[in-house]
């Protein structure tokens, strides 16, 4: 395997850092303490095609490999994790769900939307309830004649309130049955459709987290996203893929955190020689360094994996669980190399600290990935 850069992916690279140093890192603090979802920066991606990387051109997006995907995660993450968290939310969960199992007309009337960004996507499985055991969920769904009827509440949504469309996964059949969970898609206006609470997050603030309400939302029988039953085998699909995601947002909070630390270390002077000099501070940015590649690596192979069409549910484990770790050792690494500096708003790495510890949580936490990559390994799966 070479996972040399390609043409493509330093064209990416370099697209995301002028982009992002124009209209993203000026209003990276403001936002964060607004807690401001920037629609029209998410617009301009859209545009930019960041929205609907892995989408075919056939249906408006950029048609380009996981490979490019992550590249643009990393390089937005260096700058600010929240805002990328909402691009990685919208492009790996929403619309990721509709274009792996979405019907033709599905596809065609939804990707184009979501692929521009004019329309922010949501995806809802989390309920206040359930966390890591999705099978005892209680947002049920029921048909009658033609149509869908859905009623419960999700929370920790990414745009749960902002969101234009929302892929839901709701239990159709028994509880704890692994095939009595459908997904649907539900379009914001719907009557009985609605947001709730919006969380005040300790980080991650401009990327919306919300609850969504459904009472009595009625939806049309051709917005059932594949077959019926078959809701939560296809999240836990999704999910492999999205954890590829989380592993290139965590990998762009290590990389500024990091990055950051080592200019700073670099300038900063005590007893009259540069702090990098240090040998407790070298070997700081040398254990990071290390780790960072070997982060790199993992994710790359996941995304090796995917696009060969294989099973990788153990190496998106492997990425996301390494990557996600990472993100908050190198970040709160970054802050004691800062010192006191570190610890206020006037640098990055307090920020990065803060957003980082999301990325063990969301899309499965540390300890499921544990679970799984355990599982994987006890079924022969090495």
């Given at each position: 395997?070479?996972?040399?850069?390609?043409?493509?992916?330093?064209?990416?690279?370099?697209?995301?850092?002028?982009?992002?140093?124009?209209?993203?890192?000026?209003?990276?603090?403001?936002?964060?303490?607004?807690?401001?979802?920037?629609?029209?920066?998410?617009?301009?991606?859209?545009?930019?095609?960041?929205?609907?990387?892995?989408?075919?051109?056939?249906?408006?997006?950029?048609?380009?490999?996981?490979?490019?995907?992550?590249?643009?995660?990393?390089?937005?993450?260096?700058?600010?994790?929240?805002?990328?968290?909402?691009?990685?939310?919208?492009?790996?969960?929403?619309?990721?769900h509709i274009l792996k199992f979405g019907n033709e007309v599905q596809k065609q009337k939804y990707l184009p939307k979501l692929a521009s960004c004019e329309w922010l996507g949501a995806w809802g499985l989390t309920e206040p309830n359930t966390g890591s055991d999705a099978g005892r969920m209680k947002c049920v769904a029921h048909q009658e004649g033609n149509e869908w009827v859905i009623n419960g509440t999700k929370n920790f949504i990414t745009h749960g309130k902002s969101g234009d469309i929302a892929v839901v996964i709701a239990r159709t059949g028994e509880l704890l049955d692994s095939h009595g969970m459908t997904a649907f898609i539900v379009e914001r206006g719907t009557p009985g459709f609605s947001g709730g609470k919006k969380e005040n997050k300790l980080g991650m603030r401009c990327s919306e987290t919300a609850e969504m309400i459904f009472d009595n939302c009625r939806i049309p029988e051709e917005n059932v996203l594949g077959k019926v039953g078959d809701g939560f085998i296809?999240?836990?699909?999704?999910?492999?893929?999205?954890?590829?995601?989380?592993?290139?947002?965590?990998?762009?909070?290590?990389?500024?955190?990091?990055?950051?630390?080592l200019?700073?270390?670099?300038?900063?002077?005590?007893?009259?020689k540069p702090i990098a000099t240090f040998q407790a501070i070298s070997f700081k940015l040398a254990d990071i360094a290390t780790?960072?590649?070997?982060?790199?690596?993992?994710?790359?192979?996941?995304?090796?994996?995917?696009?060969?069409?294989?099973?990788?549910?153990?190496?998106?484990?492997?990425?996301?669980?390494?990557?996600?770790?990472?993100?908050?050792?190198?970040?709160?690494?970054?802050?004691?190399?800062?010192?006191?500096?570190?610890?206020?708003?006037?640098?990055?790495?307090?920020?990065?600290?803060?957003?980082?510890?999301?990325c063990t949580i969301g899309e499965g936490t540390s300890e499921i990935q544990k679970l799984v990559i355990s599982r994987e390994i006890l079924n022969g799966n090495i």
């Open positions: 395997m070479n996972f040399a850069p390609t043409e493509d992916q330093q064209m990416i690279a370099q697209t995301v850092r002028d982009f992002a140093e124009k209209n993203i890192r000026p209003y990276v603090m403001e936002w964060d303490e607004a807690q401001t979802l920037p629609r029209e920066t998410l617009r301009q991606l859209g545009a930019l095609g960041l929205m609907g990387i892995l989408v075919p051109q056939a249906y408006g997006g950029s048609g380009l490999t996981y490979f490019e995907y992550v590249t643009a995660l990393i390089e937005l993450g260096k700058v600010d994790s929240s805002l990328t968290l909402s691009v990685a939310a919208h492009n790996s969960l929403c619309t990721g296809q999240a836990m699909k999704v999910l492999d893929g999205g954890r590829i995601s989380i592993a290139a947002l965590s990998l762009g909070i290590a990389q500024g955190s990091y990055e950051a630390a200019k700073y270390a670099q300038e900063r002077e005590q007893f009259g780790e960072l590649e070997a982060a790199k690596l993992l994710t790359f192979l996941a995304c090796d994996k995917i696009m060969r069409g294989e099973k990788m549910t153990k190496e998106g484990a492997f990425a996301k669980y390494y990557a996600s770790e990472l993100a908050v050792k190198a970040s709160t690494e970054a802050i004691q190399i800062f010192g006191g500096y570190g610890y206020t708003k006037d640098f990055p790495v307090e920020k990065f600290f803060r957003d980082s510890k999301l």
